[in-house]
């Protein structure tokens, strides 16, 4: 038992002084590194956790360099009398340069950890970036911030050689627990050094294990109430939302005027489009630019030339040098995963766009008036994991829609969804978008969803619109390949007008009578697989002898691969898929071959190819 207790106060001190200093500036380089987008980067970053790798002797070294009498904050401080060099200050100096890496590092991967669709979804919804930080960024990454402070901490209280060559080894100064433990062991005083060594792994493990049974706490509490709410999952009465929202303040009827380019891999995205009341659906594959279409109208996005205006306000015009940010554009949006705020109640969410003028009644009401809207009423306490996916949607449109958007942007809403409740909210979301009197865009990769919720649709291929119209326009006439891939359409053959009413099918080996005039450009013609007539009647014109190559099967459907003229030969020789209902399997399946095959003139598509992409034709 040493006689002198000094080391552990003056540890403490010094411990405690470098985590302070730490926890605020590691917070502030942390964040600022997370958002910062400038030059040297990398050379910023390695200074900041250079201190983590070199050896402590050689930290210690550039701070004496540094604060000594002859360096350059020495010398600023000479004239004051101020030294720090042999002083607990000097210290608490060195424990913080050698803390400060630990502090930065793990407050920034705490700061990595948010989605980051949870900010850009806050920006949307009028929040400052000051306002972010403080209610979102910060609370969520407490946890890793709170690790982060207890190993700065814990590093501080066992720093030895940066200490040792600025402040020294003087007993009752600047003498610290691991200056004690050395110095004990260097006199053969081995007591003593056991004692300081077992006081600061004490100290050290103590804050490590209390930080980690407070996160482990705190994971138990949310999976408790999360397996609580889904165990008593709403009733299907409750999932069947049907009743409608209450309609929203009239907005100026002008519109969406989108006109724009920005270079993204792979392609360049150049759209222009107008958009007004009736939803606007987005249809195209993955990579399309259909999300980054939206994300350049909410301003998380900046295009590299064009212009965007809503109800006649710029919202971005490169040859004006506008650019609103995302805050100021009153545009609602609707992201994949719904990015609610986790540590916020229902309430909390929703009330978040609102108004900061508004009294704490008027919030509560017009929560409560969304609620209701989307049939979430008593929900308002609840927080995001309590809830199953279909209510974190509901509550995700009821937060868009509660700050009174002149546009809704939502980024396919449903695909987090399984295929009852997308159909239920599918509905719920029909009846909402009747009653907003904004512009709405829809972003869909899946033709069924794109076609029962938009009266309108824009088709995309690699940033570029191939297709637009009305969604009977272009599911009944693709103007290409492309499109009526889309659209679901998998029967495809090079064609060739062999005279002014017939067309040669040189894919499926046929010639076709049509109805319709045959267009200049055309290049291929093609029918959909449900359209396909299997018939007994041979004599009928556009009717072909058919061999099936092989089925596949669906809950209600058949799909069938046959080959036209003569039988297949493998299951990958066949010329087209047709689709019937089992009902209309069971009685063909057992019919001899060959059966016979109609391919009604009134629905077979005509097309063109366009910008020069190859398709596979069957």
């Known amino acids: 038992m040493p006689l002198d207790f000094s080391p552990l106060w003056i540890s403490l001190k010094t411990s405690l002084l470098a985590t302070f200093i730490t926890f605020f500036f590691g917070i502030a380089a942390a964040y600022w590194m997370l958002e910062y987008r400038g030059k040297g980067k990398s050379l910023i970053e390695a200074i900041f956790v250079a201190p ?58 705490a700061f990595e950890q948010i989605d980051t669709n949870i900010k850009r979804v806050a920006r949307t ?41 600025l402040a020294g080894n003087i007993p009752g100064q600047t003498q610290t627990i ?89 392609f360049s995205l150049q759209v222009s489009f107008s958009a007004d009341k009736q939803p606007l659906g987005l249809l195209g594959g993955s990579g399309a630019g259909k999300s980054m279409i939206l994300r350049c109208i ?75 809207a989307v049939q979430l009423e008593g929900y308002s306490e609840r927080y995001p994991h309590q809830l199953s996916g279909g209510q974190q949607q509901r509550v995700a449109l009821a937060r868009a829609l509660a700050s ?42 899946n033709m069924e969803e794109a076609y029962r919720v938009c009266p309108n649709l824009l088709v995309l291929e690699k940033g570029k619109v191939i297709h637009s119209g009305t969604k009977y326009d272009i599911f009944e006439h693709p103007a290409t390949v492309s499109v009526a891939q889309l659209t679901g359409c ?52 556009n009717t072909f002898p058919c061999w099936l190559a092989r089925t596949s099967e669906t809950p209600h459907r058949m799909t069938l691969f046959l080959k036209l003229h003569q039988p297949s030969t493998h299951n990958n020789d066949y010329h087209l898929q047709a689709e019937v209902f089992k009902e209309k399997w069971a009685t063909l399946k057992d019919e001899p071959m060959p059966w016979y095959v109609r391919l009604d003139p ?4 005509l097309m063109e190819r366009m910008f020069g992409v190859q398709y596979c034709v069957q």
């Not at 070199?54 to 004496?64: A, E, N």
């Not at 709410?229 to 409608?244: H, I, K, L, M, Y």
């Not at 040859?319 to 995963?337: E, S, T």
């Open 125 to 165: 919804l009028g929040a400052k970036e000051s306002t972010i930080f403080w209610r979102i960024s910060l609370p969520l990454a407490v946890p890793g911030i709170l690790a982060a402070t207890t190993l700065a901490f814990a590093r501080a209280l066992g720093e030895f050689g940066a200490t040792l060559m």
């Open 490 to 541: 998998k029967n495809f053959s090079s064609a060739v007008a062999v005279t002014s009413t017939q067309v040669k099918a040189v894919d499926w080996d046929c010639t076709l009578k049509l109805i319709e005039p045959i267009p200049d450009a055309l290049s291929y013609l093609g029918i959909r697989a449900h359209q396909i007539i299997l018939t007994n009647n041979s004599n009928q014109e």
């Open 602 to 605: 009134l629905r077979l598509i």
């Open 178 to 266: 691991p200056m004690a433990i050395y110095f004990a062991v260097e006199g053969g005083a081995m007591d003593e050094a056991w004692f300081w060594a077992v006081a600061i792994m004490a100290i050290s493990l103590s804050g490590i294990i209390a930080v980690n049974y407070w996160q482990e706490t705190q994971g138990k509490r949310r999976g408790r109430g999360g397996d609580t709410e889904r165990g008593r999952r709403p009733d299907a009465q409750r999932e069947n939302v049907t009743a409608s929202p209450r309609p929203l303040l009239p907005l100026s009827s002008s519109g969406l005027w989108v006109d724009i380019e920005k270079q993204l891999p792979g």
């Open 404 to 445: 009174q958007p002149e546009a809704l942007l939502l980024d396919e809403p449903f695909s987090a969804l399984d295929t009852h409740l997308r159909s239920q909210l599918e509905q719920q979301m029909v009846g909402t978008l009747a009653n907003y009197e904004g512009v709405t865009l829809f972003v869909t990769h």
């Open 298 to 372: 909410a301003g998380i996005e900046t295009p590299t030339r064009g212009r965007i205006v809503l109800n006649g306000r710029v919202l971005f015009d490169s040859q004006q040098g506008i650019n609103l940010p995302p805050r100021d554009r009153r545009i609602g949006f609707l992201v994949q995963n719904y990015a609610l705020f986790p540590h916020m109640t229902v309430g909390q969410n929703i009330a978040f766009g609102l108004s900061k003028g508004l009294s704490a009644t008027a919030i509560r009401q017009q929560v409560e008036t969304q609620l209701i």
């Open 52 to 109: 983590l790798i070199l050896p402590p002797t050689v930290v210690g070294f550039l701070l004496l360099l540094l604060f000594g009498k002859n360096g350059p904050v020495g010398k600023l401080m000479e004239p004051l009398g101020w030294s720090v060099v042999f002083t607990w200050y000097g210290a608490a100096i060195a424990a913080t340069v050698v803390a400060f890496p630990l502090m930065y590092k793990t407050a920034l991967g």
